[in-house]
C-alpha cells in the first residue's frame, strides 16, 4: 500500500501496534513516521513500510504528532540525491587566505 505525507497509520513494532503519522517519504521502502515515545514524547522514526497499515481513526496523542511533523524541517524534500542540498551554502573555501610576505 502506498502512503502519502500526514497519513494516519498504525505501526507493527513486534509489541502492540502504536498509532503514528507519516512525515516523510524517503523513497524505496523506508518511511519516516511521527510516533508517541512514553520517555520522549513525540518523536520521528524509521519504519518499513510492510509495518505500517492505514488507520481511519483519530487518536489522542494525533496533535502532538502533527505539531512535530510541522516544526521539523525535511532534509529530502527538494534537494539533491543524498542530502546535498541540506542549506549549507556553497562549496569553497572555508577560510581566507593565510597572510604572505612581501620579501623585506
Same mark, same amino acid.
Do not use: C
Given at each position: ?49 510492510? /509495518?505500517? $497499515?492505514?488507520?481511519?481513526? @483519530? #487518536? *489522542?496523542?494525533?496533535? =502532538? ?5 510541522? !516544526? ?11 542530502? /546535498?542540498? $541540506?542549506?549549507?551554502?556553497? @562549496? #569553497? *573555501?572555508?577560510?581566507? =587566505? ?5 620579501? !623585506?
Amino acid at each position: 500500500m502506498e502512503f502519502a505525507e500526514e497519513d494516519l497509520v498504525k505501526v507493527a513494532t513486534g509489541g502492540p501496534e502504536i498509532d503514528g503519522i507519516v512525515a516523510e517519504m524517503l523513497g524505496g521502502p523506508k518511511v519516516v513516521v511521527a510516533v508517541m515515545d512514553r520517555k520522549r514524547g513525540p518523536v520521528l522514526r524509521t519504519f518499513q513500510q510492510t /509495518a505500517l $497499515t492505514e488507520r481511519t481513526d @483519530a #487518536g *489522542p496523542d494525533d496533535r =502532538a504528532l502533527l505539531l512535530l511533523i510541522r !516544526r521539523t524541517p525535511q532534509a529530502t524534500r527538494g534537494s539533491a540525491p543524498g542530502g /546535498a542540498g $541540506t542549506g549549507q551554502g556553497r @562549496a #569553497g *573555501p572555508t577560510r581566507s =587566505a593565510t597572510h604572505r610576505p612581501t620579501g !623585506r
